[in-house]
């Protein structure tokens, strides 16, 4: 099981950066159990780009849910990450519908239907990054619930819309439009534009706003962090980043089909600095 735990750590430090560098924050006695979480997510998120078609994607998803609800062993238990999430639910008690909302969710991944509305993606935020922050909650109060939902769905779903705007040309790129067609129509915004990653004055328009919600959620979330138990810290630290992140999509030379990431060492900066400061400062 320690080979496991290794290798979702390994894992956890290639494919998603800012959690790894967050859960070095975390109590060592913490560390491999978050990584195996982040580990798992990371294997659900990766699902289109492993089977690059909707069927074998919905046969993967389905794998994972085998997994959590302990159908068939085998293949199961040879596979490190399988085999460690198995051991973080019971050892901490993980409710197992978090984590297959979580799988399901990832569902609209494998498919290029547009995002329908603000609505179903902030639906989408809570299931895919709230629960994230919640269940490594969990995991640091011991398997305790940490009675936080109302600030990880405000912290969860400011980080996915500052993740998933950051992804625009990714998503773009592999026919995906992540951005709700509401918006879209609001503002008049043409998907065959986002397609074709032509920035529009349309386009910007819509993005700026998913900017502002974004915005609305980390200052909803600030008044919240005040009851939150003090142990749970590493487990919103992440969200530290969509702050530094929106400004810099704000920027006049801003331009939404370039990639645009913070550099490496202003990201540890913020995760130190958001470590070492008070929660409510932090956000």
Excluded at 38 to 47: D, K, P
Excluded at 247 to 252: F, G, N, T, Y
Aim: contains cysteine.
């Amino acid at each position: 099981m320690a080979d496991a735990f290794d290798h979702c750590g390994e894992l956890v430090r290639e494919g998603d950066k800012d959690r790894f560098l967050a859960t070095l924050f975390a109590p060592p006695k913490y560390r491999r159990a978050l990584f195996a979480l982040y580990a798992f997510n990371l294997e659900v998120a990766r699902t289109r780009e492993l089977a690059r078609e909707p069927m074998p994607g919905e046969i993967r998803l389905q794998w994972w849910r085998d997994v959590l609800s302990g159908i068939g062993r085998g293949d199961v238990d040879a596979h490190p990450v399988a085999a460690a999430i198995r051991d973080v639910v019971v050892r901490y008690r993980l409710p197992p519908k978090a984590l297959a909302d979580l799988i399901d969710a990832r569902t609209f991944d494998l498919y290029d239907e547009p995002m329908p509305d603000v609505a179903y993606l902030d639906r989408y935020a809570v299931h895919t990054s709230a629960v994230l922050i919640d269940l490594a909650a969990r995991i640091l109060r011991d398997g305790r619930d940490p009675d936080i939902a109302a600030l990880a769905g405000h912290a969860g779903i400011a980080y996915a819309i500052s993740g998933l705007v950051r992804a625009l040309p990714l998503h773009a790129s592999r026919g995906q439009i992540y951005l709700p067609a509401d918006l879209m129509q609001r503002y008049g915004a043409q998907a065959a534009d986002v397609l074709a990653g032509k920035a529009t004055t349309e386009i910007r328009a819509v993005l700026a706003e998913l900017r502002l919600r974004a915005r609305q959620h980390l200052s909803a979330m600030r008044p919240l962090l005040g009851t939150a138990p003090a142990e749970i810290l590493p487990a919103l630290l992440p969200v530290a980043l969509v702050r530094p992140a929106l400004d810099r999509m704000e920027r006049r030379r801003y331009a939404p089909f370039a990639p645009s990431e913070l550099p490496q060492w202003r990201r540890q900066w913020a995760l130190w600095r958001a470590a070492r400061t008070d929660l409510r400062k932090a956000f």
